[in-house]
């Protein structure tokens, strides 16, 4: 910490301390205060639900209860079970009896939340009135009226009807045999609980309340479009007691679900109450962004203040800081103040007198500094000679020319070729001197004509090999001129330097994409030779990247890597591979560009 401070300008260091001091601290004690909050709100939304959900449940049982105990009485009326088991009888006769039946009338009345009471018998003789209804044959088949006639317990059911508009409606309905003696007929007792009564018990108008009995649809909701749907918690029915608490995701929206079983009073059948709230994750929402819009504040005032400090302080620092630079650069043409009466208004003060003492000695040092440049301008001059009394090249070659014919002439066309491929060799140097770009083409020809010299003086030692990919147009690609031939000169020297026999230099050029899929120019220059130790690999690789005045050796590498940077950009350059006996390989890659 001691380090950054001073490597830091004073802006910097202000804004660290009011990070560290101020925004750090903050924001660490915020995000647990606004995951806390939010853990707190979705436990205390949780705990709601299932409060809810017991009321639901309790209602239920009251409910179903009391439904259970009005079908016992029912059933057990002698009286309606005579009337159920009359044979040979006329309407007239059975209508009278039914009339002096009126203990379903008056449980119709008397309890809002029976809506029906139905009697479906198969006896022939009975016709249809008030609370007594034929089974018809499609009845009879279905699988609830059966399983009414297997089983002496009661059971419940979800029941679809229709209303006189049409329009379907469920209803919680409770299936029950009564039992007739000394008869062939059967008869079933059906109890529909009032939906409307449902729905003033149980509809809380916060949560979504949906009621289901077994695997069956959903006979209750608070929304009606999910009547006679499955509901939208998977629900293992092999479970006695199925609870669920937690998140559901419905349709892209996310609500806080509860879900328990009831256990129907003396029957097998299962009430599953699932509750949900879909204003809790909104809510909560609401209360961590006010909560979070609080810390920014505390966050953000604390700073705009540390800002507009910063700004006068360094404003400042900055002014002392140019007037002090511009002296150590000779300029004491002082106009800016620095008003106050802190240390930094008294350390401009003393510059202000340091910048005059100054002033007052620059004459004495005039002179010098006059016969200085003219020094300089003469030591110019004499360079400039030196270099325009340098041997022309061109002077060379054209005497290498000359030998080459004298050697022609006297019958050496040995000696003849070589002198050729030097003076060729020279021409390409010469002509490529000064220019930024030759072609690929070129290039290739003058490293052919570099290792044909080589083999002059190596003989046999190694062979060259050059492979070319069929997409590429050597005479349409231009790079830098001479780039490859150091890159040669290397494998040679080096890398074949323990060769006696069998060497192999290889050039291969090919297009391949790099890691951002662009695609580049590869130029691979590989030798068989005996490679390099991994640390001497890295060394290399060191020697390449950065430049070393006092050593020797990797110049050329060194050079063709700062060209190549220098002219394409610092993403590309030359990877080397090697290992040891394996031999060396050079990689460089290019933009796929022609070149100007």
């Known amino acids: 910490m001691i380090r950054f401070f001073k490597n830091s300008n004073i802006r910097k260091q202000l804004y660290t301390i009011y990070f560290l001091a101020i925004c750090l601290p903050i924001t660490i004690i915020g995000a647990f205060l606004l995951i806390n909050t939010g853990n707190l709100l979705t436990n205390y939304h949780k705990d709601l639900l299932e409060s809810d959900n017991m009321r639901v449940k309790t209602i239920l049982f009251e409910i179903t209860t009391q439904i259970y ?22 309407e007239k006769e059975i209508a009278a009896e039914l009339n002096k039946i009126t203990l379903m009338d008056k449980y119709i009345y008397n309890y809002a939340e029976l809506e029906e009471v139905t009697i479906y018998t198969d006896n022939p003789c009975l016709y249809p009135y008030k609370q007594i209804e034929p089974a018809n044959p499609e009845m009879k088949k ?9 089983q002496s317990s009661v059971f419940w059911m979800p029941m679809k009807t229709q209303d006189k508009f049409g329009n379907d409606y469920w209803n919680l309905c409770l299936v029950q045999k009564i039992p007739l003696v000394n008869t062939s007929y059967h008869a079933v007792l059906v109890m529909k609980v009032s939906d409307n009564y449902f729905r003033t018990r149980v509809s809380s108008g916060t949560y979504m309340t949906m009621l289901s009995v077994d695997d069956g649809p959903i006979f209750f909701s608070t929304e009606r479009d999910t009547y006679g749907t499955q509901q939208e918690l998977v629900i293992d ?32 059948s299962r009430i599953y109450i699932c509750n949900m709230d879909d204003k809790a994750y909104q809510n909560i929402r609401n209360i961590i962004m006010i909560c979070l819009l609080i810390i920014v504040l505390a966050i953000l005032i604390p700073g705009v203040i540390i800002h507009f400090f910063t700004d006068y302080f360094t404003g400042r620092i900055l002014t002392l800081r140019k007037v002090m630079h511009r002296a150590s650069l000779e300029d004491y043409d002082i106009s800016e103040s620095v008003y106050g009466e802190d240390e930094i208004s008294a350390a401009f003060g003393d510059l202000q007198v340091m910048v005059q003492k100054i002033k007052e000695k620059d004459a004495q040092v005039y002179e010098a500094l006059i016969n200085e440049k003219e020094l300089i301008n003469e ?22 020319e000359t030998i080459r014919m004298k050697a022609f002439t006297a019958g050496d066309r040995e000696v003849a070729t070589a002198i050729k491929l030097l003076g060729k060799a020279m021409r390409y140097v ?21 290792l044909t010299i080589q083999k002059l003086r190596f003989g046999d030692k190694f062979e060259y090999k050059r492979e070319v990919a069929e997409d590429i147009n050597l005479e349409g690609y231009n790079i830098l001129p001479l780039l490859l031939q150091p890159v040669v000169e290397n494998a040679i020297l080096h890398g074949l330097e323990e060769v006696e026999s069998g060497g192999e230099i290889k050039v291969k050029i090919y297009k391949q994409p790099d890691e951002n899929q662009n695609i580049n120019l590869w130029i691979e220059v590989s030798d068989n030779g005996s490679g390099m130790k991994e640390e001497e690999l890295q060394s290399l690789l060191a020697n390449i990247e950065i430049y070393n005045p006092e050593r020797s050796t990797s110049i050329g590498l060194y050079n063709i890597n700062q060209r190549m940077r220098l002219c394409y950009g610092d993403e590309y350059g030359i990877r080397i591979v090697s290992k040891l006996g394996e031999g060396t390989c050079v990689k460089m890659w290019l933009p796929l560009c022609t070149g100007t």
């Open 379 to 400: 030591q110019q001059v004499m360079e400039f000679k030196m270099l325009a009394s340098q041997i022309n090249p061109h002077f060379l070659y054209n005497t290498l």
């Open 237 to 268: 029915y092999g479970e006695n007691y199925f609870q669920f608490q937690g998140n559901i995701d419905i349709d892209g929206k996310r609500y806080i679900a509860n879900m328990s079983t009831l256990h129907m009073y003396k029957s097998d």
């Open 430 to 450: 010469l002509e490529n001197t000064g220019t930024r770009f030759t072609t690929l083409e070129n290039e290739l020809n003058h490293i052919e004509t570099y």
């Open 142 to 150: 279905s699988e609830w009226y059966q399983k009414a006639l297997n």
């Open 69 to 90: 105990n009005i079908s016992k009485e029912i059933s057990a009326d002698e009286n309606l079970k005579e009337v159920l088991v009359k044979e040979n009888v006329s």
